[in-house]
């Protein structure tokens, strides 16, 4: 079945180091890939999504290239802020399926001073 | 931006009893979703909604859970009788279309059940 992988659990980095985070995924049909944000005490939300083979979305400072050779969706940014510790989830939902999100287990990101 | 809210925000009951979970979906959006999130464990899909309608659930989805949206109201899961393992934060979240369609959070309802 479909399903998605986040390999650290946890991430701890100094301010101003680059920010990678690993998602890969497997899936059935042809997916679209999400990150989700959750800081503490707060609804996750939307980070970035991809649905298109080798593009990349940007927001926030954070981008994501979803490749379907290797399944994978990495999100990465090129300088962590204090203010982007927070817990980050990948999620995919495949097209032509009713819209449900499977979600990795998270990778919660720590950027100290 | 569009939020979705959630009440209570914690619910402590006994085993057996009836609880029911509410959510205030953003109000033009036409599907709505339950995920349960059980501490340290992932975030798995229970139920999805769409014009008055279950259109999909997991096999978390026991008898025991219902869902409705009354004359367009909250959006509420219901579970009766409720178990131990039913504990876990439950997030709601509303979407205007589907599938690949941006799903907005609500912060979710802290369940123990005792």
């Known amino acids: 079945g479909d399903s998605v992988t986040q390999t650290e659990g946890l991430v701890t980095l100094t301010e101003g180091l680059p920010v990678m985070l690993n998602c890969t995924y497997q899936?059935?049909?042809?997916?679209?890939l999400f990150w989700y944000v959750q800081h503490l005490n707060e609804a996750p939300k939307l980070l970035l999504k991809?649905?298109?083979?080798?593009k990349r979305p940007e927001h926030q400072g954070f981008h994501a290239t979803l490749h379907k050779s290797s399944s994978s969706f990495h999100l990465q940014k090129s300088s962590a802020q204090l203010s982007d510790s927070a817990l980050y989830y990948c999620?995919?939902?495949?097209?032509?399926?009713?819209?449900?999100?499977?979600f990795g287990l998270g990778t919660t990101l720590q950027v100290q001073p | 931006g569009p939020k979705v809210l959630q009440i209570p925000s914690h619910q402590i009951i006994d085993m057996g009893q009836m609880v029911t979970l509410n959510c205030d979906p953003v109000?033009?959006?036409?599907?709505f979703y339950w995920y349960k999130q059980i501490l340290g464990q992932q975030m798995e899909f229970l139920v999805n909604?769409?014009?008055?309608?279950?259109?999909?659930k997991s096999k978390l989805f026991k008898d025991q859970f219902s869902v409705e949206r009354p004359d367009g109201s909250y959006f509420t899961l219901k579970i009766q009788p409720t178990a131990l393992e039913d504990s876990a934060v439950y997030f709601c979240?509303?979407?205007?279309?589907?599938?690949?369609?941006?799903?907005?959070f609500g912060p979710g309802t802290r369940l123990t059940v005792l």
């Open positions: 979240a509303s979407s205007l279309s589907s599938p690949g369609y941006e799903q907005y």
């Open positions: 909604f769409y014009n008055g309608k279950v259109m999909e």
């Open positions: 109000s033009n959006h036409l599907y």
């Open positions: 991809s649905f298109t083979d080798n």
């Open positions: 999620a995919l939902s495949e097209a032509g399926n009713t819209g449900k999100l499977i």
């Open positions: 899936s059935t049909y042809s997916p679209f």
